[in-house]
């Protein structure tokens, strides 16, 4: 039996769309969101995505992502690391030639991650009600094709963001991105925050919420 078969993980929806956040944006992508999650962020906007699931083996749901022809993949939750077979799936898909990112919590270790995969990890603000669940060593682990990725709601997620940034941050060759919480703050208002302390970050917008697709 070959590992494509043997791996199985429990997949909440497959679908082809355009990257809306971060240095992805606006690229056509493949999109593989796996069920279940460890957290249970204030503002999630995936909670469909926190328990179910239909289990497919890997084989199955690369037949079903090359069917869209695209090159690139992002594995996404709910929690992606929360599932066993997860590493060794990213690695799968690199293997058969598919560019590949994850979006990660931030509340697992990324050891053991294929490291020709885009890590893109969040790092919770005091907003989302699991900023305790920060597993800071990942930071380490981190190289310069990574992301780190801030959702800010208010003026204290801004303080605890900016804090992170200068300090735990300081060292890290990842790119960092602040985005505003959907619905919580204008996006007008983070960006003045950002340019007044002259931080060295970027800023996102969700774009598949702006224009009104997955």
Same mark, same amino acid.
């Given at each position: 039996?070959?590992? +494509? ?32 999650? $460890? ?6 906007? &995936? ?15 690369? +037949? ?6 695209? @090159? $690139?993949?992002?594995? &996404? ?6 599932? &066993?077979?997860?590493? +060794?799936?990213?690695?799968?898909? =690199? ?9 990660? $919590? ?27 669940? $920060?597993?800071?060593?990942? =930071? ?15 003026r204290a ?9 200068? &300090? ?26 950002i340019i ?12 598949? @919420? ?5």
């Amino acid at each position: 039996m070959t590992q +494509a078969k043997r791996l199985t993980l429990k997949i909440s929806e497959i679908f082809c769309s355009l990257a809306g956040e971060g240095g992805l944006t606006g690229k056509p992508m493949a999109f593989v969101r796996l069920s279940g999650c $460890n957290l249970r962020c204030l503002w999630c906007d &995936t909670t469909y995505a926190l328990e179910g699931g239909e289990e497919l083996t890997a084989e199955q749901i690369v +037949a079903r992502i090359s069917g869209f022809g695209l @090159k $690139n993949v992002l594995v &996404t939750g709910g929690e992606p690391l929360a599932q &066993t077979a997860t590493r +060794a799936f990213l690695k799968l898909l =690199i293997e058969k030639g598919f560019e590949v990112a994850l979006e990660t $919590n931030g509340s697992f270790s990324i050891e053991g991650v294929d490291k020709r995969v885009c890590i893109i990890m969040d790092i919770k603000c005091p907003s989302s009600g699991v900023s305790e669940s $920060n597993l800071w060593e990942n =930071i380490g682990g981190l190289g310069e094709k990574d992301e780190v990725k801030f959702v800010i709601a208010d003026r204290a997620d801004f303080e605890y963001a900016k804090e992170a940034v200068l &300090t735990r941050l300081r060292d890290c060759p990842a790119a960092v991105w602040f985005g505003p919480a959907w619905g919580k703050i204008e996006p007008g208002e983070l960006a003045g925050w950002i340019i007044a302390e002259k931080l060295p970050v970027r800023m996102y917008l969700q774009l598949h @919420k702006a224009i009104g697709i997955k």
